[in-house]
């Protein structure tokens, strides 16, 4: 086993749900248009690739078959070896089995579990009940699949303590934490320290920073020991006023600044090592 001290992952959240091509014309649609993404974003750094699929009018979509094609599409890229974090929510109000459904089928490393209910973008509520929760839950640890703990605000840790004490989620846990989402926790340093004070000991986490807060909170969680999420779900902006050609391109920066900072940027294996996933064999 490699040394993993001097290591950390980068997490390329290639699509996501809510930026359009208003906001960045680069953005990916498409399943193939995903999977070449991906494969770019791995070439350039990425050892976790976070899945959301589209519509052909670009609506977030949970349809089984977009996955499969988008998964299907990257895992026959040669030599990829990226690690499949696939999202359990797609959108707002998506049934709980759309969300489950192809986690089960597909089978991906890790799959976001975003750990309670929040009033999104001010304007809709995204729905997380505790039976949601508890099924998605179960459904992870019946499918090997490690849960990305995703938290928007302080009382989310507290859920998922909760469901790691009655056997829903098993240590040790994985967090990401997502800063300045409207609804969620501003994406400010102080909240940044705050929320990693809350983690149990030995857990992993890894944070990003919505739009503005991209670059601070990337820079904080690098000097912090944290592992790094970018790409177009969270910023479509490459600096202010400038879109984003590519979610490559976030990765290469954000390699930069692990190699200025004497770190190295995980490899997909590394990255398994780090967060304890299992690679799944097709």
């Known amino acids: 086993m490699s040394d993993l001290r001097n290591k950390r992952v980068i997490s390329a959240a290639i699509t996501g749900s809510w930026p359009t091509r208003k906001d960045n014309p680069n953005l990916s649609i498409t399943p193939q248009e995903i999977a070449d993404d991906v494969y770019e974003s791995w070439k350039a750094g990425a050892a976790i690739a976070h899945i959301h699929v589209r519509n052909g009018d670009g609506t977030p979509s949970t349809d089984f078959n977009k996955y499969k094609e988008t998964i299907d599409l990257i895992r026959a890229k040669k030599d990829c070896d990226v690690c499949i974090n696939i999202t359990s929510s797609g959108s707002v109000g998506f049934k709980d089995e759309e ?8 089978l991906p490393e890790m799959a976001s579990y975003d ?19 508890e099924k998605l839950g179960l459904a992870l640890q019946e499918s090997n699949i490690k849960p990305e703990i995703e938290i928007f605000h302080a009382g989310m840790i507290y ?16 967090f990401q934490f997502v800063l ?44 912090m020991g944290g592992h790094i999420r970018v790409g177009m779900e969270d910023n479509v902006m490459y ?7 590519s979610n490559a391109q976030f990765v ?11 770190l190295e940027a995980a490899t997909p294996d590394e990255a398994r090592q ?9």
Do not use: D
């Open 274 to 282: 780090i967060f304890g996933l299992t690679r799944k064999v097709f």
């Open 115 to 133: 750990c309670g209910t929040l009033n999104w973008q001010h304007r809709t509520i995204f729905e997380n009940n505790p039976q949601f929760l």
């Open 180 to 223: 300045g989402c409207p609804g969620g926790m501003a994406n400010t340093v102080e909240n940044l320290v705050f929320l990693k004070s809350l983690i149990p000991e030995g857990s992993t986490w890894a944070a990003c920073g919505i739009a503005s807060g991209h670059m601070p909170i990337m820079m904080t969680t690098i000097a």
């Open 239 to 245: 600096q202010k006023g400038v879109p984003a050609e």
């Open 252 to 262: 290469a920066r954000a390699k930069r600044l692990l190699e200025e900072a004497g």
């Open 159 to 174: 859920e998922a303590l909760h469901y790691l004490k009655i056997g829903v989620l098993k240590a040790p846990l994985h």
């Open 99 to 106: 969300r489950i459904y192809p986690l089960k089928q597909l």
